[in-house]
């Protein structure tokens, strides 16, 4: 088994020792986490994009969307109240309801690319494809602050 990386064991190990209050504090970690998250929804997106321009066999588009998929159920979980950070901006907590819905919609769009993914049809996959892109654009737009 690998080794984690260092930052990685000390966040973890500073999450499981710290006292439930303490935890919710320890915004760092949990932006790490999402930041993480965001940047393997890029790594999925880039394999399905490879899957559709031949770079690898289509069929690896299943397995990207699948990934895809299963990340974005995890959205829901991290943005806890009071983890600002990163690119995050404050309007994810102060429209809680209207930034949940984006999140159902890229949960939607990603159960689609699943769907169109199992058919190796490009064109089906391509289209879905772009039905992420757009949930994704939808909450940026809103919801992420420019890059530093």
Known sequence: MKPLPTAL??????A???????????APTVVEYRQGL????RTHMGGV??????????????HHAVAFDRMAQALANVFPEGSTGGRALPAIWSD??????????IQTATARL?????TGDAEQIGTAMQGVR???????????????
């Open 38 to 41: 965001m940047q393997a929804f």
């Open 49 to 62: 994009g490879a899957a559709l321009t031949d770079a690898a066999p289509v069929g690896h588009a299943e």
């Open 9 to 14: 064991a000390l966040a973890l190990t500073a």
């Open 96 to 105: 809680r309801d209207d930034f949940m819905d984006k999140v159902t919609d």
């Open 134 to 148: 757009q949930t994704c654009s939808g909450c940026h737009g809103t919801y992420r602050g420019p890059a530093n």
């Open 16 to 26: 499981i020792v710290a006292p439930s209050g303490a935890r919710a504090q320890n």
């Open 114 to 118: 699943v769907t169109a993914s199992r």
